[in-house]
């Protein structure tokens, strides 16, 4: 399994960016994904290479074309090497929150990524489209590019071969694939040194009790989550009610 990602941006130069180093670096070097980056305003008809105009109705700011943004879009997809349906993300802040489930449908397909910039994209565009509007929380970027390279890392690290030990994505925050874990924020990490600044490790992550481990880290990981996530809490619990087992 490989993820092709295209990102559609007027920014070229920020991709790969952060997704050059570690772990999403590696990978795409060693070919477990793929990312080209297309300038939009390659797209535009005027020598200026203008990308945006004024609102219809009024108002600040100015809109991205819709015909230099479509003909971004379907270049973009004539790249594409998959023949599999693409996912078609724009990044807005009125868009579906990203989540950990909906990360996991996406890293299944390819991808093409538009970065908005702006006051945001011709409606149009989005509609004629079909595309996933997304929103990464309840703030405002500067554009979409920041999102893009939010979404890609969160995908590449679910591909295989790209995380060393796999397993220990179940037990991540949002993780979906153990039931004890899913929905639930991640536990507390420690290491060495034990004893540091006169704070010690918890005395059962050093008793060699796996079972004992694990029933602390699970603990941990519902004691935060009722106190940090109260709705996603409300969600666990209900789910694990409706399972039979009591949290």
């Not at 790969?16 to 080209?36: D, F, I, Q, T, V």
């Not at 993300?89 to 990203?98: I, K, M």
């Not at 995380?163 to 536990?187: N, V």
Request: include cysteine.
């Amino acid at each position: 399994m490989t993820l092709e990602a295209i990102v559609l941006t007027i920014f070229p130069e920020m991709f790969p960016g952060p997704l050059g180093y570690s772990l999403a670096g590696r990978a795409l070097e060693n070919g477990l994904w793929h990312l080209k980056a297309i300038n939009i305003r390659d797209f535009a008809a005027d020598k200026h290479n203008t990308v945006d105009d004024k609102p219809y109705g009024g108002g600040t700011g100015m809109v991205m074309k819709p015909d230099v943004v479509d003909a971004s879009i379907i270049h973009a997809r004539k790249q594409l090497q998959s023949k599999a349906d693409p996912s078609l993300v724009y990044f807005t802040p009125r868009g579906t929150p990203l989540t950990q489930p909906l990360v996991h449908e996406l890293a299944a397909r390819p991808l093409i990524l538009l970065c908005g910039r702006f006051e945001g994209i011709d409606q149009r565009v989005i509609d004629h489209h079909g595309m996933l509007e997304i929103s990464l929380g309840d703030y405002v970027l500067s554009g979409g590019e920041i999102a893009a390279l939010a979404l890609l890392d969160a995908c590449v690290r679910l591909l295989p071969g790209v995380i060393g030990k796999e397993e220990a994505l179940g037990q991540e925050s949002f993780a979906t694939a153990h039931a004890e874990y899913a929905g639930l924020l991640e536990y507390p990490h420690y290491t060495r040194p034990p004893l540091w600044k006169g704070l010690s490790v918890p005395e059962v992550l050093v008793s060699g009790h796996h079972r004992k481990v694990e029933e602390w880290r699970l603990s941990e990981a519902q004691n935060i989550t009722r106190e940090r996530r109260p709705d996603l809490w409300q969600r666990y619990a209900a789910r694990r009610c409706k399972e039979g087992t009591t949290t």
